[in-house]
């Protein structure tokens, strides 16, 4: 059973960038397809990125895209969520999710390791 810790949050202004990590243990990260998740007070669980575990394939959510990036670091057991232009809507918990299935899925259902979540606050 792989065990997720994310790091990395924190309060930024809005246009800064951030880089959150996500470190494996008990599994390796090659193994499984990785998310990002997030989600605001009141709001429901929100698919950030998602890669394949072949790191064939990434994919990104509509609000995300051109501005995050989704890495892995297969020496250090680490995935990675790379946050540029950040902007106050960004303010969230994000987890780090990880999925066993042969299929990326964009749902949070489908994944059955969670992080315990890193706070990522933009001002305006």
């Known amino acids: 059973q792989v065990h997720l810790v994310e790091s990395g949050g924190g309060l930024v202004q809005a246009g800064d960038s951030l880089r959150l990590s996500c470190a494996a243990s008990?599994?390796?990260?090659?193994?499984?397809?990785m998310g990002w998740f997030r989600q605001a007070p009141g709001k429901e669980r929100e698919f950030v990125a998602a890669?394949?575990?072949?790191?064939?394939?990434?994919y990104y959510g509509d609000s995300v895209k051109g501005r995050f990036a989704i890495s892995r670091d297969n020496a250090k057991n680490t995935v990675y969520l790379q946050m540029n232009s950040l902007k106050p809507e960004d303010t969230a918990v994000y987890y780090c999710?990880?999925?066993?299935?042969?299929?990326?899925?964009?749902?949070?259902?489908?994944?059955?390791?969670w992080g315990q979540g890193t706070q990522v606050t933009v001002s305006s």
């Open positions: 890669m394949h575990w072949s790191a064939a394939t990434t």
């Open positions: 008990g599994g390796t990260v090659r193994d499984y397809n």
């Open positions: 999710a990880a999925d066993d299935s042969h299929y990326v899925d964009l749902s949070p259902l489908q994944y059955n390791y």
